[in-house]
């Protein structure tokens, strides 16, 4: 699969100020962040920290208050072909079927369609394309939004905590379809998570944001070879790189977001190691596929 665009993104002086003097919510501050062609980027952060705000934004679907986005060196001014989004609720057609969905970007750009049998195929959803939404499961929806992203071959792919709704046999299974759905593409992936295992195992890079205000606080590099399975989650690099994680957002959310990652790292020595956190400077990282 090709794009017909190079999937860089530009992220300049972004700030988001929702609502008015009376109501005034500065949800991101001045971030600045440069994903390279090709990248898989993922985002953490605190609840309301400004997550879906900078995808939002990105998507083109969200105007910042200052700063600016560029997609290919081209200023974003509202959603474009070049750009795909995936939300973590269902927002499948529900008058189309399966089928219908996916192929409907293609179709509204006069595009070729005879791929959406082999992308329904590769999700799992060939028995189902004739069925409509309702008639779908939870992951099967979410199958269906990630083949209809597909279908579009969009240079940059958006995710707002896709998977987040989902059982966790099923969320893993699709973090790797995912993954192996992106390595065919040429594409740039922009991936909003309150997972930081999910975080890792998908990413080139872990953009951490700070409390809202939202900004970058750090990003780190994520050196595990691709392709990656289930078994990337138990090597000493992924470990260390959780913890690490895990430490830099407690440090960020406080107290009261301490409760909700307890049980993340339960069992395990809480000791932070050794600080490769590189800080944002903007610099990109690898994207080996
Ligand atoms: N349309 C809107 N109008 C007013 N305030 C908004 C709007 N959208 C978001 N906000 C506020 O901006 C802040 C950032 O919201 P955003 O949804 O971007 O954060 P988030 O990090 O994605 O949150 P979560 O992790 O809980 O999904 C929050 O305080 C939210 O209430």
Known sequence: MTTDFGGRVDIESLSKVYGGEEERVV?????????????????????????STLLDC???HVEPTSGRVLADGEPVS???PERGVVFQENRLF???TVRENVAFGPEMCDRPTDHVADLLDRMGLSTFADSYPNQLSGGMAQRAELAR????EPSIMLMDEPFSALDAMT???????????????????????????????????????????????TVVDVPLSRPRDHDSRTSETFTELKRELLA??????GAEFDAEFETAVEGEDRTVTGDRTAESDGSAGGTSR
């Open 27 to 51: 949800a991101v501050d001045g971030l600045d962040l440069e994903i390279d062609p090709g990248e898989f980027l993922t985002v953490l952060g605190p609840s309301g920290c400004g997550k």
């Open 58 to 60: 990105v998507a083109g």
């Open 78 to 80: 509202g959603p474009g």
């Open 94 to 96: 529900p008058w189309k």
């Open 149 to 152: 992203l597909l279908a579009n």
């Open 171 to 217: 969320k893993g299974r699709m973090q790797l379809e995912l993954l192996s759905a992106w390595r065919e593409t040429d594409a740039t992936a922009l991936f909003v998570t309150h997972d930081v295992e999910e975080a890792i195992l998908l990413a080139d890079r872990v953009v951490v944001m700070t409390a809202r205000p939202g900004t970058v606080k």
């Open 248 to 253: 830099s957002i407690h440090g960020e959310a």
